[in-house]
């Protein structure tokens, strides 16, 4: 089972928001370990994040979660 930040490390980055929010996230040294989407929105509201990031981040951990169901 791989941690949050491993399937972001591996994700493939596109060119839409989800792709700007894993380049900003690999970029991103202080990327906390997330355990519940919670703890991400936690994070990316105290780095003052837009809402397009805030939906970002919420479907990429929702793709996460289903990896870890298979």
Same mark, same amino acid.
């Given at each position: 089972?791989? /941690? @949050? !930040?491993?399937? #972001? =490390?591996?994700? %493939? &980055?596109? +060119? +839409?928001? $989800?792709? +700007? @929010?894993?380049?900003?996230?690999?970029?991103? !040294?202080? #990327?906390?370990? $997330? /355990?519940?989407?919670? +703890? #991400?929105?936690? @994070?990316?509201?105290?780095?003052? =994040?837009?809402?397009?990031?805030?939906? =970002?981040?919420?479907? &990429?951990?929702?793709?996460?979660?289903a990896t %870890?169901?298979?």
């Open positions: 089972m791989s /941690t @949050f !930040k491993q399937y #972001l =490390a591996k994700r %493939l &980055v596109t +060119d +839409d928001p $989800i792709g +700007d @929010f894993l380049k900003d996230s690999k970029n991103g !040294k202080d #990327l906390p370990s $997330i /355990t519940k989407l919670e +703890d #991400l929105e936690c @994070f990316l509201r105290s780095k003052n =994040a837009c809402s397009g990031a805030l939906q =970002a981040g919420r479907e &990429v951990w929702l793709e996460y979660q %870890l169901k298979v």
